[in-house]
């Protein structure tokens, strides 16, 4: 299995300022995922990040609005720009141990925007 | 694209019952089925999974089936707890997608003394 470790676990905001939620793996990983979940709600993919490369983003989700780095093969950092209330959900970062399914999850950031 | 439905919202089962959760999905080619689990206030934490190639899988309480002539998985909890109470995530995957997961929208199990 694979340790995901999130920093910070929430953070509160004013609307239009920046912050970075960065992730911590406990062993090298191929690719990294950053999931975002309303409240109680199911998680919507945002983006794959693999080591060295630009980030793959899903629909309705942009570099310019979530950056994400992915600096080498245990970490992650996700930027959530010019943060609105909408973006006030819970952000979570993931990825597999293995090649075939296993996906395991950081702990997740809170987020709220004021 | 694949789509996965996850069928109750919410259920509410009497502790000591079993509580079953369904799902179906549309893409036949879908191989990979895990469950998990997310407590109130926390993260996700797989609990169970299935591979096309059987039918039936079982970790203590919690037994996977899988129908792949109806499209449909489902988890089955035996002698429920009240820590079982939690939210439930079925998803699927399948290896052309690399194993990228499409979740279902969540069952809230409710565990009633």
């Known amino acids: 299995s694979v340790l995901l470790y999130q920093k910070p676990n929430r953070d509160i905001c004013q609307s239009g300022t920046s912050l970075k939620i960065q992730c911590v793996a406990d062993s090298q990983v191929v690719s990294m995922f950053w999931y975002q979940q309303f409240q109680e709600q199911s998680l919507m993919l945002m983006a794959t990040?693999?080591?060295?490369?630009?980030?793959?983003?899903e629909s309705g989700f942009t570099k310019d609005k979530f950056p994400i780095s992915r600096p080498n093969l245990t970490f992650s950092t996700l930027t959530v720009n010019n943060a609105r209330p909408g973006d006030s959900s819970i952000y979570f970062c993931s990825s597999r141990a293995g090649g075939r399914g296993e996906q395991y999850f950081g702990p997740g950031t809170r987020l709220t925007v004021l | 694209g694949e789509k996965v439905e996850q069928h109750e919202s919410t259920l509410s089962v009497r502790e000591g019952d079993s509580a079953v959760i369904n799902c179906t999905y549309t893409?036949?080619?879908?191989?990979?089925f895990p469950w998990y689990k997310q407590e109130a206030g926390k993260g996700l934490h797989f609990v169970i999974d299935?591979?096309?190639n059987v039918d039936r899988k079982q970790s203590q309480r919690l037994i996977v089936l899988l129908d792949k002539k109806a499209k449909r998985f489902s988890l089955h909890i035996t002698a429920t707890q009240p820590e079982d109470s939690a939210i439930y995530f079925c998803?699927?995957?399948?290896?052309?997608?690399?194993?990228?997961?499409?979740w279902g929208s969540g069952t809230k199990l409710i565990i009633k003394p």
């Open positions: 990040a693999n080591e060295g490369s630009e980030a793959t983003y």
């Open positions: 893409d036949t080619a879908s191989s990979y």
């Open positions: 998803a699927a995957s399948w290896m052309d997608s690399n194993y990228q997961l499409i």
């Open positions: 299935i591979r096309s």
